[in-house]
């Protein structure tokens, strides 16, 4: 099935430790994105990539990286340096073009301990 | 700049009932509208969306949406509230000219009581 996979699921992490999440969509999207969500709050974008080795910083960046070396994937790399990193993580693509709809994955939650 | 404003954190209705879940735009060109629904714990799933082909756009789970330029608003409705639409429900909008982003509202959640 056609479709974006995030893993894990559920991750903890040690304060002063870097973390990766995985992002796989086999939907042929040019564009990826990363949103942050906190219990309650609204979607803030993290980082978004309209093209393979290419990518922008959103609105809430610091603390983040990214990559996007293949089409179908762009980690996220949540870095030491984000001083409070839980929350719930949604990956999303879509066709790069205006009016074209967004999809998202099924979220990732990270937790400091 | 887009955005988008949601009326309403919480909205509580009946079984049963009309749901109305208000959203306006500001947008500086002919905007691309969505309404986005999410479960606990899961993604976002697309409701409906409106790309100016009718100004009342129909959705899934029996949702519907009409776009009212004049009074920038994109209402989201359904005629009769069950206990399975109790969610968090986003509305979205994408400005023609800028494709690579999307501004989403801060989202209204909806109980349905019993």
């Known amino acids: 099935d056609g479709g974006i996979t995030q893993s894990p699921k559920y991750l903890f992490r040690k304060e002063g430790q870097n973390v990766t999440l995985s992002c796989e969509q086999n939907?042929?999207?040019?564009?990826m994105y990363w949103y942050r969500q906190d219990p309650g709050q609204g979607l803030r974008l993290i980082y978004y990539?309209?093209?393979?080795?290419?990518?922008q910083k959103g609105d809430i960046a610091e603390g983040y990286s990214v990559s996007r070396e293949k089409k179908e994937s762009f980690p996220l790399t949540v870095t030491s340096a984000q001083k409070n990193p839980t929350a719930f993580y949604l990956c999303?693509?879509?066709?790069?073009?205006?009016?074209?709809?967004?999809?998202f994955g099924e979220g990732s939650w990270l937790t400091v301990v | 700049a887009q955005s988008v404003t949601q009326l309403g954190s919480h909205v509580s209705v009946s079984e049963g009932a009309l749901v109305l879940l208000r959203c306006n735009y500001s947008?500086?060109?002919?905007?691309?509208l969505f309404w986005y629904v999410q479960y606990p714990n899961q993604g976002l799933q697309l409701l409906l969306k409106?790309?100016?082909?009718?100004?009342l756009v129909k959705g899934i789970n029996g949702f519907e949406a009409e776009f009212k330029k004049s009074e920038t608003s994109f209402h989201l409705t359904k005629p009769s509230a069950h206990m399975s639409d109790a969610a968090e429900y986003f509305c979205?909008?994408?400005?023609?000219?800028?494709?690579?982003?999307?501004?989403f509202g801060p989202g209204t959640r909806l109980s349905v009581l019993p």
């Open positions: 999303a693509s879509r066709i790069g073009q205006a009016g074209n709809t967004i999809y």
């Open positions: 939907l042929n999207h040019d564009a």
């Open positions: 990539s309209q093209i393979v080795n290419d990518f």
């Open positions: 947008s500086s060109v002919p905007p691309y």
């Open positions: 409106y790309t100016s082909a009718a100004t």
């Open positions: 979205a909008v994408s400005e023609s000219n800028y494709g690579q982003n999307f501004v």
